[in-house]
T-cell receptor, first 112, second 115 residues
């Protein structure tokens, strides 16, 4: 039981490049989330998926897109990376949208 | 307690002593609260939760206290150990009225355990 896994762990991009962050959970959770964590700020929600087949914007969705590929997987895509997207990205899952969330190990992204 | 800013507040505690970490929340409609622990380079890890119909909840070596009157939450760690060194932050969720309820995460307090 691996919990929530994320790939890659580290990534460096140039401005304008695109990439997809992958996330998978093996806990049969319905809800999944993408957050970014910046120094001095709390976790900020980018997008979430309350259940398979649905996605919704969170607090800071601009510049990102998501796909809930199936119940296990929820990917985050940066179409044209910007330096302001330099951050640590966490994926999380929960049994439902009103439960504690289980977090992955994070992806540290640097955009030059 | 927690605050917004580039530098996290730090609590230094001698190994074996008790630790108390505080969190002030802002939304009087918040109904569900969680404490998370985040070790360096890792994702947040659930420690303990409490709902607004309770004042206190105990886990293994941890206790969460909720004071709704002053909107204050605290995490008490008994007999603090070196492995407790991490950033701790609280999260608050408004009452479930159907659909996603925005979870607000605090910025955290860094706990340093002195051996």
């Amino acid at each position: 039981n691996a919990g929530v896994t994320q790939t890659p762990k580290f990534q460096v991009l140039k401005t304008g490049q695109s990439m997809t962050l992958q996330c998978a959970q093996d806990m049969n959770h319905n809800s999944m989330y993408w957050y970014r964590q910046d120094p001095g700020m709390g976790l900020r929600l980018i997008y979430y998926s309350a259940s398979e087949g649905t996605t919704d914007k969170g607090e800071v969705p601009n510049g990102y897109n998501v796909s809930r590929l199936n119940k296990r997987e929820f990917s985050l895509r940066l179409e044209s990376a910007a330096p302001s997207q330099t951050s640590v990205y966490f994926c999380a899952s929960s049994p439902g949208i009103y439960n504690e969330q289980f977090f992955g190990p994070g992806t540290r992204l640097t955009v030059l | 307690g927690e605050s917004v800013g580039l530098h996290l507040p730090t609590l230094s505690v001698q190994e074996g002593d008790n630790s108390i970490i505080n969190c002030a929340y802002s939304n009087s409609a918040s109904d569900y609260f969680i404490w998370y622990k985040q070790e360096s380079g890792k994702g947040p890890q659930f420690i303990i939760d409490i709902r607004s119909n309770m004042d206190k909840r105990q886990g293994q070596r941890v206790t969460v206290l909720l004071n709704k009157t002053v909107k204050h939450l605290s995490l008490q760690i008994a007999a603090t150990q070196p492995g407790d060194s991490a950033v701790y932050f609280c999260a608050e969720t408004p009452k479930n009225s159907g659909g996603y309820q925005k979870v607000t995460f605090g910025t955290g307090t860094k706990l340093q355990v002195i051996p």
